[in-house]
């Protein structure tokens, strides 16, 4: 059975530029949750997805910042014009529901740095 | 505003040493508690969980946790550490508002 997946592992953008983050859910998961994770930090929500619906935005950034869920696929984490503050290690999780007895299980993460 | 302290940002420790990592919480309400574990180049784990009943739980690889309720804790321990443990730990709380908050971490390094 397949943890959850998260591609690249590792993205390097330069200024300005486009970062596309994927997750895969486990099988029979249907939540998904990003956390970013910056350096000497801890882990920070930011979005909270189900199947084509964004259900909890609170910790995204206002700006440049999107996720989606859709119906057939992965789930995204975009960031458009990439600045220097963005580099951090973004993490998904997935879980079958959406309370605190189901576990919250989390991928590899994706380092993305800006230069 | 909810949030988890961590006190020790960086534990050295040698082989058969016990551990304890401190965990504070910040939340009026009723919490559920975990601690998670980043072994080096992996991702995340669960180590252990506190929903409710007996304060201490026991979780995986030896390591155990109480919660104290009037103190806002819940503290990791292990008796006698390996090299094999060292890693990041992270203490985390849900409150049932769908994510989890984390603390910043505490990277303990077993030196053998």
């Known amino acids: 059975n397949a943890g959850v997946m998260q591609n690249p592992r590792h993205l390097v953008r330069r200024r300005g530029q486009e970062a596309r983050l994927r997750c895969s859910p486990m099988k029979g998961h249907s939540h998904v949750y990003w956390y970013r994770q910056l350096p000497e930090e801890g882990l920070k929500f930011m979005v909270y997805?189900?199947?084509?619906?964004?259900?909890?935005e609170s910790g995204m950034p206002k700006e440049r910042f999107s996720a989606e869920f859709p119906k057939e696929g992965p789930s995204i984490l975009r960031i458009q014009q990439v600045v220097r503050g963005d580099s951090a290690a973004y993490f998904c999780?997935?879980?079958?529901?959406?309370?605190?007895?189901?576990?919250?299980?989390f991928g590899p993460g994706t380092r993305l740095t800006v230069l | 505003a909810q949030s988890v302290s961590q006190h020790n940002h960086h534990v050295i420790l040698s082989e058969a040493a016990s551990l304890e990592l401190g965990c504070n919480y910040s939340y009026g309400g009723t919490v559920n508690l975990f601690w998670y574990v980043q072994y080096p180049g992996q991702h995340l784990q669960l180590l252990l969980k506190y929903f409710s009943g007996d304060p201490l739980v026991k979780g995986i690889k030896g390591f155990e946790a109480e919660f104290i309720k009037s103190k806002f804790s819940f503290n990791l321990r292990k008796p006698s550490v390996q090299w094999s443990d060292t890693a990041e730990y992270f203490c985390a709380f849900y409150t049932g508002r769908r994510a989890l908050t984390f603390g910043s971490g505490t990277r303990l390094q077993v030196q053998p």
């Open positions: 999780a997935s879980s079958r529901r959406e309370n605190a007895d189901n576990e919250q299980f």
């Open positions: 997805l189900q199947k084509e619906n964004i259900i909890d």
